[in-house]
């Protein structure tokens, strides 16, 4: 690598000329893991970062429906629970565990007229979700005091570029009690849970589609 000084006005600032490398393909494959190796440390930094926050009690991701961020909080990330979505949330679980499919639930709550998260309408899968991600209505912990954190993993397809979540076994996962969050109770929580593993996974999508 040579260096050479150009001029700009009254500056001088440094011209970086690479050489061409004797070995284009290895000097390829050399930038291409130090990028890498850049792209794991940073996402372990995040992961350490964002571990903290849940262990302090904190939101580090999407906030749930059913609670809001204290804006007067000195630590960005506390949260309270709203009694409105609260009783929301009780209500569904209730509807589920009488019975009904999340597809039911969704049309009674957008008949209603009861806006979804995040002001928009109803739908079922944002009530059933993933019961091995914890995504969905019916699976955020919060609501029985516990926050569990690293259920999932997340890659890149190097196929599509896209990132794609991987769910981890259970003994990886990280728990993390917050009774200050509790909206439901043991007994209709244990209801839900029951009602689910008596509905296999491909039973309970074709019945929330009908």
């Known amino acids: ?64 429906y059913g609670y809001r961020v204290l804006e007067d909080a000195e630590v960005h990330g506390h949260r309270e629970i709203v009694e409105e979505e609260a009783g929301i949330v009780r209500r569904i679980f209730r509807m589920y565990a009488s019975g009904q499919s999340p597809r039911a639930i969704a049309a009674q709550l957008s008949k209603d007229h009861i806006p979804g998260p995040g002001g928009g309408p109803w739908i079922d899968t944002t009530i059933r979700g993933q019961v091995d991600r914890g995504t969905g209505l019916l699976n955020n912990s919060s609501y029985v005091g516990e926050t569990i954190w690293n259920r999932c993993d997340y890659v890149v397809d190097p196929k599509t570029g896209k990132r794609v979540a991987r769910p981890n076994p259970p003994e990886l996962w990280e728990r993390f009690p917050c009774p200050d969050l509790r909206i439901v109770n043991d007994e209709l929580w244990s209801a839900v849970k029951a009602k689910q593993r008596s509905v296999p996974s491909s039973a309970a999508t074709s019945k929330a589609m009908h």
Do not use: H
Request: charged share 15%; with cysteine.
């Open 1 to 64: 690598m040579k260096i050479y000084w150009s001029s700009c006005s009254s500056w001088l600032y440094p011209a970086w000329k690479l050489e061409p490398p004797a070995n284009p393909a290895r000097f390829i494959a050399v930038l291409g893991g130090v990028a890498q190796s850049f792209v794991e440390d940073l996402k372990a930094k995040t992961k350490r970062g964002m571990t903290g926050k849940v262990m302090a009690g904190l939101a580090a991701g999407g906030l749930g």
